[in-house]
């Protein structure tokens, strides 16, 4: 009966040091690069490659009002929100429909706001020849209007409208969890 509990105990001790050797090698291995320039890295090199097209807050390039257009239809196709940042003027008018939010804001914190529209599910119709969109311009013109604004419907009903200044900046975002809570 010794005998037991004496190789019941070497037995122990022994899954206790191969446990603890374990545990200290497995805690003291470097991190794998790859796996940490994904973890910490949310940008990618498309990304970052779009953005210094289009501007740097160092340089005050002005890119063309279809193309800014376009790449809001990617951004919102993809939901890569990360770009409307570079996109916005320094201060954004933002109205969440059906909410008391928002405001003027920084194009930061606007940027931010733009994860309402995470659960629109696309395709987004951006087609402004769209009756409901033509709607949406005459109904609430302060909101939706004038005719130069720029107004997507996902296909799940969210709405987004924006407004553009002198520079083809954007300086409103209005957004609603479904157009029909402007429609009569």
Request: hydrophobic share 40%; charged share 25%; proline share 4%.
């Amino acid at each position: 009966m010794k005998f037991y509990k004496v190789g019941f105990f070497i037995l122990l001790l022994v899954i206790i040091a191969g446990a603890a050797f374990y545990l200290g090698s497995s805690y003291n291995k470097p991190v794998d690069k790859e796996k940490a320039a994904f973890t910490k890295q949310k940008p990618t090199k498309k990304i970052e490659d779009e953005t210094e097209e289009i501007s740097t807050p160092s340089s005050k390039t002005i890119i063309t009002l279809s193309l800014l257009k376009e790449n809001i239809q990617a951004a919102l196709t993809t939901m890569n929100l990360q770009p409307f940042e570079t996109y916005m003027a320094d201060e954004v008018n933002v109205i969440l429909e059906a909410s008391e939010c928002c405001g003027t804001m920084t194009n930061e914190e606007a940027a931010l706001q733009m994860q309402y529209l995470e659960d629109a599910d696309a395709p987004w119709n951006f087609d402004q020849s769209n009756e409901t969109i033509k709607k949406l311009k005459e109904v609430e013109p302060t909101k939706y209007g004038p005719e130069s604004a720029y107004i997507g419907i996902a296909s799940n009903e969210y709405t987004v409208s924006f407004k553009f200044n002198e520079d083809n900046k954007i300086s409103a975002v209005t957004m609603a969890a479904t157009y029909k809570l402007l429609l009569p």
